[in-house]
């Protein structure tokens, strides 16, 4: 089992950068790909990066492309999302969500994930 923290939301400019955090609790951090998916009122749930467990494959969906980059730290057992060039649209509920993986692979749907963190907000103004 484990269980995941968020942190880093808040409210920037447009054209601004936050990092956000994904702290995880319970064993065995390097067996679990990683994701990053966010929310925003009135839309499905997204996927915005994902690393597989070792970090070495990632994969970012097409409008955060070149603006956000997704990490881990598996000694600190923690993923970062590093969001530059912050736009309006990026306005969600950010949540982190780990899958325990068998091969080196990120995964890109939610239902592949089996636990998700709580979730932290991310307000874009222009």
């Known amino acids: 089992q484990v269980q995941l923290v968020e942190s880093g939301g808040g409210l920037v400019q447009a054209g601004g950068s936050l990092r956000l955090s994904c702290a995880a609790s319970?064993?065995?951090?390097?067996?679990?790909?990683m994701g990053w998916f966010r929310q925003a009122p009135g839309k499905e749930r997204e996927i915005v990066a994902a690393?597989?467990?070792?970090?070495?494959?990632?994969y970012y969906a097409d409008s955060v492309k070149g603006r956000f980059t997704i990490s881990r730290d598996n000694a600190k057992n923690t993923v970062y999302l590093q969001m530059n060039s912050l736009k309006p649209e990026d306005t969600a509920v950010y949540y982190c969500?780990?899958?325990?993986?068998?091969?080196?692979?990120?995964?890109?749907?939610?239902?592949?994930?089996?636990?998700w963190g709580q979730g932290t907000q991310v307000t874009v103004s222009s």
């Open positions: 690393i597989s467990r070792s970090g070495g494959n990632t």
């Open positions: 319970g064993r065995a951090f390097s067996r679990y790909a």
């Open positions: 969500a780990a899958d325990f993986a068998l091969d080196d692979f990120p995964q890109e749907e939610p239902y592949e994930y089996d636990h």
